[in-house]
Nanobody, 126 residues
């Protein structure tokens, strides 16, 4: 039973950076991909980015492209989300999961996903 634990959130000022971590209890190569989603209060959950474990290909939402970078460390079974030039609209609870290929490339959720864990909170305020 795979377990994912997010960490690295915090409170920063606009323009600053944070790096989030998604640690897995299993080898991440046993799954097709790892994706990051986020949800702000009163808003729908949205895809942020995804990395394919096979070839390392990455996919990003337009709003974070060129600011956020996803990478992975197979030795540590951990995927990272490096967030630069943070904006107030980036404030949200961030979650990771292991989607099938379609939901990685499309940054989408299936009809029946299940429950989300607490994730890690990012606050951006001056």
């Amino acid at each position: 039973q795979v377990q994912l634990v997010e960490s690295g959130g915090g409170s920063v000022q606009p323009g600053e950076s944070l790096t989030l971590s998604c640690a897995s209890s299993d080898n991440t190569r046993e799954y097709y991909a790892t994706a990051w989603f986020r949800q702000a209060p009163g808003k729908e959950r949205e895809g942020v980015g995804c990395i394919m474990h096979g070839d390392g290909g990455t996919y990003y939402a337009d709003v974070v492209k060129d600011r956020f970078t996803i990478s992975r460390d197979n030795e540590k079974n951990t995927v990272y989300l490096q967030m630069n030039s943070l904006r107030p609209e980036d404030a949200a609870d961030y979650h990771c999961w292991n989607p099938p290929v379609y939901h990685c490339t499309h940054l989408s959720l299936p009809e029946s996903y299940g429950s989300w864990g607490p994730g890690t909170q990012v606050t951006v305020s001056s």
